[in-house]
């Protein structure tokens, strides 16, 4: 196999890259977004198309993003137009870099600032409110937060500093010591509160409305948002697996190591929502809240439990934490671009990403107060970002992951990257690649597409 070595340095070993990309993928996105999102499209039905998502369509995907990277050894908007001018002769396809670096940090610019959220609430376990095991009281406690705009920036503008001064470390020396230590520590925790919330929660509803046939019946726009949650949870379409891939070590094999990072990651999804789902139907929460789903209902669980103080604070820092390996995964491939093709230093590529994050993050914060009633098509200015991310941009860039492994990359370059031959497992990932990924994707959006207007005839 042709090596070339990355730019940037490299992951020490398969567990580094295992934990780096179940950072990236798991942060917020498993445990605030998958419960919030299974609350907002009805349970059960959700819960299944997101698994059917995650490993028909996500995992596949998952393996031709990270192995692009490792192909490339470079950025993504380097690493595509390489591999478009080795393949096809011409550079076009550099484009669909372009795409995941600007997907990413637009998801980075609220993502913060929801990080922010978690910070906060970290400072406020730690001074153990008096919310008197009332979920109004929760509500009221968490919209007041949202209302105060000066809370808001402080606390998202203290998250992109962390974010900024790890990543000016580089892999080895900031992001890898940083996910060795949070993800075991992040996982044990959230196996306490699963006990904690299963044996003093309503459990047996909140598994029947995970598990069980709850929910609307299957339409397009249903399955959008599950393909949308996979995609967000993998952290596919964003750049940040193609910029992971480029730091892999050469014996590590992709699928097995990708397959890893895909379990963990819904093992933890589902541990989120045996997590919330109980402590809501117990407390009279709806789970149809959206975003502060996590935030209403956990702190009532942290109130009620013993040494919740330190149980809160500790979990919700570690979340912040967590939450800080999926920023980093969208801000390194833009400043590893920065640095290849621009010259940068890394502390200044990072400063420059970073610092136009944090003024579009602003803007985000300030949507949940001072700009609440400014409303366009899906709402506020957050509503509108997360919706064009997650359900657009995403899995438009999947798309192109998928055409191009599947139809411009020959097969004797995925092969020999991949290392499983061309027998029948290379066979069922190329025709992944090639037909029913994007045919899927293609298919749910046009019939989506079509449903949203027809709504507003």
Sequence with gaps: MRQRRSNQGQWSSRLAFVLAATGSAIGLGSIWRFPFAVGEHGGGAFVALYLVAVFVIGFPLMIAEVMLGRRGRRNPISTMGMLSEE????????????????????????YSVVAGWTLAHAARAASAPELGGSADAARAAFAAFQADALQLVLWHSVFLAAVAWVVARGVEGGLERMVTFTMPVLLLLLLVLVGWSMTHGDAARAVDYLFGASGAGIDAPLIVAAFAQAFFTLSIGVGALMAYGAYL???????????????????????????????????????????????????????????????????FLLLALAALGSAIALVEPAVAWAVERRGLTRPRAVLGVVGAVWVVGISIALSFNALSEVRFWRGTLFDNLEFLTSEV?????????????????????????????????????????????????????????????????
């Design 87 to 110: 393949e096809a002769g011409h550079r076009g396809w550099s484009a669909l870099g372009v795409l995941g670096i600007a997907t990413g940090l637009l998801i980075l610019s609220y």
């Design 249 to 315: 070590p050469p014996d590590t094999r992709i699928p097995s190591a990708t397959l890893t990072v895909v379990v963990t990651n819904v093992v933890v999804s589902l541990l989120a929502g045996l997590t919330i789902f109980p402590l809501a139907f117990r407390h009279g929460i709806d789970p149809g809240e959206g975003p502060g789903l996590v935030f209403n209902a956990l702190p009532l669980a942290f109130e009620a439990m013993p040494g919740g103080r330190l149980f809160g604070t500790l979990f």
């Design 393 to 457: 941009l995403l899995p438009l860039s999947a798309i192109g992951i998928a055409l191009f492994s599947g139809w411009v990359m020959c097969r004797s370059s995925s092969s020999e990257e991949l290392e499983i031959g061309v027998g029948s497992r290379f066979m069922l990932w190329r025709a992944a690649m090639r037909w029913w990924v994007p045919l899927a994707l293609l298919g749910s959006g046009v019939a989506a597409t079509l449903a949203w207007f027809g709504d507003r005839a």
